[in-house]
């Protein structure tokens, strides 16, 4: 008996079903040793003593199987009823989100939009207060004093135009995130891509779809055989 054995089982003297099996199969278990020390088959004999001791360790781990079974399903069965009490209020919750997430959406949507247009203004604002400042800096003339404070002035301003676009760009709505969309417009093209930018990927999906259909149809370019081998 383990620290893992549910309550019921190997507790109050009831039997452990794992060590009931284990013990009824014990001559069996010692015998597998015996022969698995590393050496290997070498007459019709051996194979024979060999063969028989995997027909009784075919029933012996079926026994086992159905020992694990009563063992775990008492508390597979609670954990499956727990996880469905506590799936009615996480359920609920979701549902909540969702329906909080629809309702606020289109007027997030509209407020995202309308903080693009606005830095795409801001930026447009900048990017013409720079060649304002620019153009005036070129035309003034360097002897004239209010001229030379002009476009100093209006290279200030250009420079609080740029802060105010930065700003403008990073003003976010929160609660909002990017969802990445995508269609194949020509599959040809895109297995084309693959082939050139990421053939290991290409290969791999091969190699998978041979393994898991060689068997039902010949496959061009895929070499199917088979072999006895024991078990």
């Given at each position: ?19 009931e ?61 727990e ?5 009615v ?10 329906s909080l ?18 830095e ?17 800096a ?13 476009v ?11 802060k ?68």
């Amino acid at each position: 008996m383990n620290d893992l054995s549910p309550a019921g089982i190997g507790h109050n003297g009831a039997p452990d079903p794992i060590e009931e099996v284990t013990a009824a199969y014990d001559e069996l278990l010692l015998e597998v040793s015996n022969w698995t020390d590393g050496a290997l088959v070498e007459n019709e004999a051996q194979h024979d003593a060999v063969a028989d001791l995997l027909k009784q360790f075919k029933t012996y781990k079926g026994e086992l199987a159905r020992a694990a079974k009563q063992r775990t399903d008492p508390l597979f069965k609670l954990w499956k009823a727990e996880v469905a009490a506590v799936k009615v209020y996480t359920d609920d919750a979701e549902t909540m989100q969702t329906s909080l997430v629809a309702c606020v959406a289109p007027y997030k949507a509209k407020l995202a939009e309308d903080k693009r247009a606005a830095e795409r203004a801001a930026w447009e604002a900048a990017d013409k207060a720079r060649r304002d400042a620019e153009a005036m800096a070129a035309a003034a003339n360097a002897a004239d004093l209010e001229a030379r404070r002009e476009v100093a002035a209006a290279k200030q301003a250009a420079l609080d135009a740029q802060k105010a676009a930065s700003a403008a760009s990073k003003d976010k709505v929160p609660g909002m995130r990017s969802v990445h969309h995508f269609e194949v417009t020509s599959h040809k093209e895109l297995i084309n891509d693959i082939l050139q930018n990421d053939k290991a990927a290409l290969v791999q999906f091969l190699d998978e779809y041979a393994r898991r259909n060689h068997r039902a149809r010949d496959i061009q370019g895929v070499r199917s055989w088979t072999t006895k081998e024991a078990f």
